[in-house]
């Protein structure tokens, strides 16, 4: 459906922040903001960013 934009670091990245952005929904101040971590939480385990295809940014090596 979507082309694979992300690299590996890239998506490891925004799968620990998202994480930890939702983790704050739960612990430490728990505040609904927290939830905004589904954005990159979500885009990273797709390994595709629409943001990056609306700029023609790639950070993935392979061709897909």
């Given at each position: 459906m979507f082309k694979?934009?992300?690299g590996t670091i890239d998506r490891?990245?925004?799968v620990i922040v998202g994480?930890?952005?939702i983790a704050i929904v739960f612990?430490?101040?728990k505040t609904?903001?927290?939830w905004i971590g589904l954005?990159?939480?979500l885009t990273g385990l797709?390994?595709?960013c629409p943001v990056y295809s609306l700029l023609g940014i790639n950070t993935c090596k392979l061709k897909r």
């Amino acid at each position: 459906m979507f082309k694979t934009n992300e690299g590996t670091i890239d998506r490891v990245l925004r799968v620990i922040v998202g994480l930890a952005l939702i983790a704050i929904v739960f612990v430490g101040p728990k505040t609904p903001f927290g939830w905004i971590g589904l954005v990159p939480l979500l885009t990273g385990l797709a390994g595709t960013c629409p943001v990056y295809s609306l700029l023609g940014i790639n950070t993935c090596k392979l061709k897909r």
